[in-house]
């Protein structure tokens, strides 16, 4: 369970610019699905809802990326996972139920017209510390330099988004000094597992380092932190 | 595309409700059981959250959050709707 000692980071970036996305929180069903009645009343009261809505719809999402590093076995209900903001970018997630109730969680959000982005990190170290970064896939001005992905990349890298984002974490990682790096996802009982960092062509993992990956629409994201 | 059934709900059926949902299409033409929904569908996990609401009216049955988290692949879908039909 999250909790002080080993940081976990997580992030998750949600487009805006999705038709989907827009005038999400007058649909009903679909909130009374994923909030909670103190969520409902947060967005009820909002002058953008739909801001609101994908806000704590990032936090909830990033934050059960960390969970379920601590515990593979954990069961994602959107409405246990309870977002409560402390300031307009910051704030915490504290899980009510399930086999991981009790544990809070840090948030950090960075908003544009275009997208939603939340950072996530339990244990001791700072929000400050993660390394995070969120682009535009396919935008004409990106530099697309050649990468080379290893077998075990391309076998957990299921999308050219995924890919995106991992050549994103690649970035950050050489920014951190860690080098050549390659990303890995094992499945696991229920879901894919979390992102894993190795350096390239080792077998065992990078120790020291925590990696989490998002991407939605036309943006892709990565958060590294040192745990 | 595979042909599963299990108990009278079909992967097809499933696929029906799923493929509006579907970003990456290219991937609907070897769908299996073990087709995973968001990861090799490009279905992001809002749009899941719909697609188990689409279940629950076209099957007329009620997924509980637990039941819900279990929809990763076609087959769970198919499994988890079977079994709240019963």
Same mark, same amino acid.
């Given at each position: 369970?999250?909790?002080?000692?080993?940081?976990?980071?997580?992030?998750?970036?949600?487009?805006?610019?999705?038709?989907?996305?827009?005038?999400?929180a007058?649909?009903?069903?679909?909130?009374?699905?994923?909030?909670?009645?103190?969520?409902?009343a947060w967005l009820r009261s909002a002058p953008d809802p739909d801001q609101v809505l994908?806000m704590i719809?990032?936090?909830?999402?990033?934050?059960?990326?960390?969970?379920?590093?601590?515990?593979?076995?954990?069961?994602?209900?959107?409405?246990?996972?309870?977002?409560?903001?402390?300031?307009?970018?910051? &704030?915490?997630?504290?899980?009510?139920?399930?086999?991981?109730?009790?544990?809070?969680?840090?948030?950090?959000?960075?908003?544009?017209?275009?997208?939603?982005?939340?950072?996530?990190?339990?244990?001791?170290?700072?929000?400050?510390?993660?390394?995070?970064?969120?682009?535009?896939?396919?935008?004409?001005?990106?530099?697309?330099?050649?990468?080379?992905?290893?077998?075990?990349?391309?076998?957990?890298?299921?999308?050219?988004?995924?890919?995106?984002?991992? /050549?994103?974490?690649?970035?950050?990682?050489?920014?951190?000094?860690? &080098?050549?790096?390659?990303?890995?996802?094992?499945?696991?009982?229920?879901?894919?597992?979390?992102?894993?960092?190795?350096?390239?062509?080792?077998?065992?993992?990078?120790?020291?380092?925590?990696?989490?990956?998002?991407?939605? &629409?036309?943006?892709?994201?990565?958060?590294?932190?040192?745990? | 595309?595979?042909?599963?059934?299990?108990?009278?709900?079909?992967?097809?059926?499933?696929?029906?409700?799923?493929?509006?949902?579907?970003?990456?299409?290219?991937?609907?033409?070897?769908?299996?059981?073990?087709?995973?929904?968001?990861?090799?569908?490009?279905?992001?996990?809002?749009? /899941?959250?719909?697609?188990?609401?689409?279940?629950?009216?076209?099957?007329?049955?009620?997924?509980?959050?637990?039941?819900?988290?279990?929809?990763?692949?076609?087959?769970?879908?198919?499994?988890?709707?079977?079994?709240?039909?019963?």
């Amino acid at each position: 369970m999250p909790g002080p000692g080993r940081s976990s980071v997580g992030n998750d970036v949600v487009d805006l610019g999705r038709p989907e996305a827009r005038n999400k929180a007058e649909d009903e069903r679909f909130i009374r699905r994923v909030l909670n009645a103190a969520e409902l009343a947060w967005l009820r009261s909002a002058p953008d809802p739909d801001q609101v809505l994908w806000m704590i719809w990032a936090a909830k999402e990033a934050a059960f990326k960390i969970v379920q590093k601590q515990d593979g076995g954990a069961v994602f209900a959107h409405r246990s996972y309870e977002v409560l903001p402390s300031s307009e970018t910051r &704030g915490t997630v504290e899980v009510r139920g399930g086999s991981n109730r009790g544990a809070s969680i840090h948030v950090e959000w960075n908003a544009t017209d275009l997208r939603m982005h939340c950072l996530a990190l339990s244990g001791s170290a700072d929000l400050k510390s993660i390394r995070a970064d969120v682009s535009e896939i396919d935008h004409p001005a990106a530099a697309r330099p050649p990468v080379r992905w290893s077998d075990r990349e391309l076998l957990s890298a299921r999308s050219a988004e995924s890919l995106e984002a991992r /050549l994103l974490a690649k970035r950050l990682a050489s920014d951190a000094g860690l &080098g050549s790096v390659e990303i890995v996802r094992e499945p696991r009982a229920r879901r894919l597992g979390p992102p894993v960092l190795y350096a390239a062509g080792e077998a065992a993992p990078l120790e020291g380092w925590d990696l989490s990956l998002s991407h939605d &629409g036309v943006f892709a994201a990565a958060a590294l932190c040192p745990v | 595309m595979a042909s599963d059934t299990k108990d009278g709900v079909t992967i097809e059926q499933v696929l029906e409700i799923i493929k509006p949902f579907v970003k990456n299409t290219a991937a609907l033409e070897n769908t299996t059981g073990d087709t995973r929904i968001m990861e090799d569908l490009g279905v992001n996990s809002a749009r /899941l959250v719909d697609i188990v609401l689409e279940f629950e009216d076209k099957f007329g049955v009620e997924i509980d959050n637990d039941s819900a988290d279990r929809v990763q692949t076609l087959g769970d879908a198919v499994q988890v709707i079977q079994e709240k039909m019963k």
